[in-house]
């Protein structure tokens, strides 16, 4: 990866320097070997901060939120992931197409931080795909401004495989018998913490004012128990619903390591046998199924 590394520092340097842009966002290297975190850059001569190895994981879509208020323009390196990401901002009117210049990079695939933590540096070969990358089916970045790398070949992925597997969870939990269904569930929700770095994260999730930040709504409750947080992962599942794009950050993130994605997942596949298939965040035209409607859409409240 050092040679997009290399372009990587050059581009931001260069737009930096015109004040082409203002602001860079990519990937820094963190603490341990193990974490690339997001880093915003200002200043031309602090470009060499920035990284591209196989934990640069995070998808910096989110961030742009921080700063739409803003008459900067922003440079932001996208993978597939990330440039999903800015779709999803940009159908939502979230940010302004002219306030951000995107650079493309194709995605090898990421590795598992928690996993590499366990192993050790010395088995860093061993380490897996962190589990989004797995199942994900567009490596490369579906809107940008500039492409790095065009001419060194695809990403390394076979991105119709990973399709073939995009539903395998999901067809596990619906296997199960009702009662089984009903403890993975409950299982799962009872650890919640409630920490919301699954909303924080997602790039669906960009309400101005977040229904579970007002208790005094009547709607929802402080608790941390089973019934409290089960509605808020039920509510923030449909509230994404046909407009997740499927980059697996709120799993990614969670601490209790929750299988948010396989609910994301089972309400992706649904609407696909209901309204055909569809996947957000790919083409700026095409509008969510629950954010259009055609007279031939399948009627059965009644």
């Keep these: ?25 990519g990937w820094e ?20 901060r920035l990284v591209w190895d196989e934990f640069c994981a995070n998808n910096l879509a989110k961030y742009l939120l921080d700063y739409k208020h803003t008459e900067d323009k922003i440079a932001l390196f996208v ?19 002219e306030k951000v210049y995107l650079i493309g990079i194709k995605c090898p695939g990421m590795k598992d931080g928690r996993l590499a933590d366990a192993l050790g ?9 962190v589990a989004k990358c797995r199942f994900c089916t567009h490596p490369e970045p579906v809107i940008f401004d500039e ?5 060194e070949g695809a990403a390394a992925r076979d991105a119709a495989a990973a399709a073939e597997g995009r539903f395998a969870e999901v067809e596990k939990v619906e296997a199960m018998s009702p009662d089984e269904r009903y403890t993975f569930w409950t299982s799962a929700y009872d650890r919640c913490l409630r920490c919301y770095a699954c909303r924080n994260v997602c790039p669906a999730c960009n309400c101005r004012e977040c229904i579970f ?10 608790q941390m128990n089973r019934g409290e947080n089960m509605f808020f992962a039920i509510t923030r599942a449909m509230h994404v619903a046909g407009r997740c794009i499927e980059c697996g950050e709120c799993e990614r993130v969670c601490p209790e ?24 965040g790919i ?9 259009r409607y055609k007279l031939d859409d399948p009627d059965e409240f009644h």
Excluded at 79 to 97: M, P, Y
Excluded at 283 to 291: C, R, V
Aim: negative net charge.
């Design 1 to 25: 990866m050092s040679r997009i590394q290399e372009r990587m520092r050059a581009r931001a340097r260069e737009l930096l320097a015109q004040g082409t842009v203002q602001m860079v966002i």
């Design 257 to 280: 390591g929750i299988p948010i994605m396989t609910l994301n997942k089972k309400i992706i596949k649904d609407l696909n046998e209901l309204f055909g298939e569809y996947e957000a």
């Design 29 to 48: 290297k963190g603490t341990f070997w193990y974490l690339s975190p997001p880093v915003f850059i200002t200043d031309a001569g602090e470009c060499d």
């Design 213 to 222: 930040d007002r208790s005094q709504s009547g709607w929802c409750g402080k």
């Design 283 to 291: 083409d700026l035209e095409d509008l969510p199924p629950l954010g």
């Design 79 to 97: 993978k597939g992931c990330d440039a999903r990401g800015v779709v999803r901002l940009l159908q939502d009117n979230q940010i302004e197409r």
């Design 121 to 129: 540096e010395e088995r860093r070969h061993e380490v897996p795909l």
């Design 147 to 151: 492409l790095l790398g065009e001419d």
